[in-house]
């Protein structure tokens, strides 16, 4: 009867962990003929991540407004428009379809657009936030370089 039961926990802890790596770590993509990874999206989630872009390269137009104003209340509402509170609209159905470094460049950006408004507030220094969003772009240069999205029957075809 023990060594049923090990076995038998043994076969759940290898599926706990084989659903972990593809709903955690792989998400779900294929390779593209340029190399780079596709995220295999619907339409409606490839929308919503397509919009997140879209809303961070409008926040980088409104930083590096408020930069060459020295307005640095611009800057912040930028920037806390992206920061963390923007990612939970995001459905758990796209997060898991997503792999670990696509999610972690995602919360990194987000975190960093977070730290840019916090240090313009405290600081006002137009130079620190430029520079802060010199390195933060690093991350959006990093995914492009990384990912695309294909649409859904492009990718199927594949």
Known sequence: ???????????????????????????????????????????????????EMRTFLQSVQQITLGVSNQDMAAISHAAKAV????????????VKKLPLEFKK??????????QL????????DP???????????SNCVACHEIYRIDPQQAVSSN
Not at 20 to 39: N, P
Not at 83 to 94: D, F
Not at 117 to 124: C, R
Request: proline share 2%; aromatic share 8%; with cysteine.
């Open 1 to 51: 009867m023990c060594k049923f039961c090990w076995s038998s926990l043994v076969l759940v802890i290898f599926i706990v962990m084989a659903m972990a790596y593809k709903f955690i770590i792989s998400g779900e993509t294929v390779i593209a003929s340029d190399g780079r990874q596709v995220l295999v999206l619907t339409e409606p989630e490839r929308d919503i991540v397509l919009t």
């Open 83 to 94: 920061g963390a509170a923007a990612q939970n609209s995001v459905p758990g159905t796209l």
């Open 105 to 114: 460049l995602g919360f990194d950006t987000h975190q960093k657009f977070d």
């Open 117 to 124: 408004a916090l240090d313009a507030e405290e600081f006002g």
């Open 127 to 137: 130079v620190q936030s430029l520079q802060q969003l010199t390195e933060l772009m």
